[in-house]
């Protein structure tokens, strides 16, 4: 059986005492099945009751939906790598497609915090995606590429990231990306990956957008997506638990 991350961003909701509950509910449906990683994003706030309540689960982890680029300061608000690695995170997003288009992150943003993960100790998740005029324009593929670059072109040693293609236009939409799309893109990052020398092997590339119980067992069907990152259907624990073990062809 292949192996398939499931991740969970929560974005802004589940404060710690609603995580406590939610984790309490998703492990009563039992044990993770074999080959099946399940990565959860909560709010900062609500990131160490997460790795308590994963403790002793091997292959859950828990990590930032986003860091700020400098380890400690005068950073009013901010999060940094070194203080979500004390709150319990393995991993952190970055470059989520609402850190660039509400909070106004730009490329070299992204990559600065790239670089601040990796010193931290902590796996980047590097989203990247085009929105809906990027798309109908033909630009898919620069934008992408250009995302990468700007994140990953300039990072010293070989490092290991995981990428994440969200599709800005099916983000909280209901309109998925078929799995073709999607993997037409993968391949493309894929083929990235390997061409460059700052990133190592093995990658893990995930597909985001609008993935839900209907959607993903033909999404992860295609072999070209090693797994998923889920906004809305991830919030509900019972819904959740089904989605992880979604049998897949
Ligand atoms: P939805 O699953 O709610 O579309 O969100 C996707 C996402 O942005 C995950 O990071």
Redesign the pocket.
């Known amino acids: 059986m292949r192996s398939l991350i499931f991740?969970a961003?929560w974005?802004m909701h589940v404060g710690p005492p609603e995580a406590r509950e939610y984790l309490r509910a998703f492990f009563a449906a039992g044990e993770i099945p074999h080959e099946r990683g399940v990565w959860f994003?909560p709010p900062a706030v609500s990131l160490e009751t997460v790795a308590q309540g994963i403790a002793g689960h091997r292959n859950v982890h828990a990590g930032a939906q986003d860091i700020y680029w400098e380890a400690k300061g005068a950073f009013t608000g901010a999060t940094s790598g070194p203080l979500a690695k004390q709150a319990g995170a393995r991993l952190t997003?970055i470059g989520?497609?609402?850190r660039r288009h509400v909070f106004g992150e730009t490329d070299e943003q992204t990559g600065k915090k790239v670089t601040a993960a990796l010193a931290a100790d902590l796996q980047p998740v590097l989203?990247v995606g085009e929105t809906l005029a990027q798309r109908e324009a033909g630009d898919t593929m620069t934008v992408v590429t250009r995302q990468l670059e700007a994140a990953l072109g300039e990072r010293d040693g070989r490092a290991r990231v995981a990428i994440?293609y969200?599709p800005v236009w099916?983000?909280?939409?209901?309109r998925?990306a078929t799995p073709q799309d999607a993997a037409e893109v993968h391949r493309a990052i894929r083929r990235w990956l390997k061409g460059h020398p700052t990133t190592a092997t093995p990658f893990v590339i995930l597909y985001?957008?609008?993935?839900?119980l209907k959607n993903a067992a033909e999404l992860l069907a295609e072999p070209e997506l090693d797994g998923v990152?889920?906004?809305?259907?991830?919030l509900d624990p019972r819904g959740w638990a089904q989605l992880v073990r979604t049998a897949v062809a």
């Open positions: 991740a961003n974005k994003f997003l989520h497609s609402e989203c994440a969200e099916a983000i909280g939409t209901g998925n985001g957008g609008s993935v839900n990152l889920v906004g809305g259907a991830s």
